[in-house]
């Protein structure tokens, strides 16, 4: 965003050191975005309001063929949110300074939202989403989180989608962020109907696991002698945030979806599953291919555990956090080839230590910056900023302590 655009948006509105951290010893384990003409005086001083008010009014809603040519430099800001269970100003949903880890704002829930659940970011600096839990069997809401250039709190407004499509785990934005997506399986719905007069909600917590239940096989629950089988088709929802429209990408498939992420052209999404006979793995979705998930879709012929596909901005590369090995266990990011899942570079990697035979996931949460050139993930109090052209890693700061459960750069 240049900054002509910051000031006529803020007027109208009222308004390091490179480091590879190889071993890291830690207690915690953790689990699985011009042609020149003469204007008559009248005339050019009404094209300046104009300009001005289309940068403030629109230029949140970028049209397609602007999201497709990311910004020139990286996001000055990310938003994150402590782990899970941690009590903190804003409920751990804190705005911070992408260059020094610095916290610049909280973002409270607002009346009505119990907690935040999920983040994410679109090519413009100062727009974020968050899904935020509703008490009961109401459903979530989407709202639409707005800063000022210097990363402080100018608007936290609800938007279209998450009505009635149960507990939202993971959302992304396009790039211009005129469309959410999120995922959609019967656990997640399961978890937000009735079935018992005495037990109005399910008391599942998605986000983590049930004592003996591996993730993506979500346990049975009983009533009245009897069991119900929360598994159900796998779907994909992305609604326009202004419009209301939506669209489903439906399969027959059942189990659990996770961790979307756009290209920067809004067309394909990469996302994975876990707990499907079928669609086990990780997968790239052609949202202009039609309506039926797996036909849609590619999967990526990448083996081994791994979590949280962030897509390249041209949508040929895959980035993907692995856990790797038992003597030593390593937590890595790597780079695949989307088309052959071929491993191209290991980009960042951290070891553990305290017991090197078990798999241990260092860190389960990574993004990628609006230019397409950094990624960022979150590991043992530090945000580390990782250089795609070069490979090379800087940490800055990450006030408040543990990985958060889901952050947006």
Do not use: C
């Amino acid at each position: 965003m240049t900054k002509t655009e910051e000031q006529l948006r803020d007027a109208l509105h009222g308004i390091a050191a490179a480091t590879r951290i190889p071993e890291v010893r830690t207690g915690e384990v953790r689990t699985p975005r011009v042609s020149s003409w003469l204007i008559p005086a009248t005339v050019a001083a009404a094209v300046v309001l104009v300009m001005a008010i289309g940068v403030a009014g629109t230029s949140l809603f970028r049209s397609q063929e602007r999201a497709a040519a990311p910004p020139s430099t990286p996001g000055r800001f990310f938003v994150a949110g402590a782990a899970y269970g941690q009590g903190s100003p804003g409920n751990g949903v804190t705005v911070r300074d992408a260059a020094t880890g610095a916290i610049t704002a909280t973002v409270p829930p607002p009346k009505g939202v119990a907690e935040w659940i999920a983040i994410t970011a679109t090519n413009d600096e100062t727009l974020f989403y968050l899904a935020g839990a509703k008490p009961g069997p109401a459903g979530e809401r989407l709202y639409r989180l707005s800063l000022t250039s210097a990363g402080r709190l100018r608007g936290l407004d609800p938007v279209n989608g998450g009505k009635d499509d149960g507990l939202i785990r993971y959302i992304a934005a396009s790039p211009d962020g005129r469309r959410i997506a999120y995922p959609v399986d019967a656990l997640l719905k399961s978890s937000r109907v009735p079935i018992d007069p005495k037990t109005p909600v399910l008391p599942i917590d998605p986000r983590k696991n049930a004592p003996g239940h591996k993730w993506g096989s979500p346990p049975p629950l009983k009533r009245n002698g009897g069991t119900w089988d929360l598994h159900g088709p796998i779907e994909i929802v992305v609604v326009d945030v202004v419009t209301g429209r939506r669209e489903v990408f439906k399969s027959k498939e059942t189990g659990l979806l996770e961790s979307l992420s756009w290209s920067a052209d809004g067309r394909r999404l990469a996302y994975s599953v876990g707990g499907a006979s079928g669609m086990d793995g990780v997968w790239v979705l052609d949202t202009g291919a039609g309506h039926d998930l797996v036909k849609a879709s590619h999967r990526v012929p990448v083996q081994g555990p791994l979590t949280t596909p962030v897509l390249s901005s041209d949508g040929r590369k895959l980035y993907v956090i692995a856990a790797q090995g038992k003597d030593p266990s390593w937590t890595r990011v790597i780079e695949v080839d989307v088309a052959t899942g071929r491993r191209l570079r290991v980009l960042f990697e951290q070891k553990y230590v305290d017991n090197p035979r078990n798999v241990t996931w260092m860190f389960t949460q990574l993004d990628r910056d609006a230019t397409g050139r950094f990624l960022m993930a979150v590991s043992d109090r530090y945000a580390h900023r990782i250089d795609l052209s070069n490979g090379q890693t800087s940490r800055i700061p990450f006030p408040g302590g543990a990985e958060p459960y889901s952050f947006a750069w």
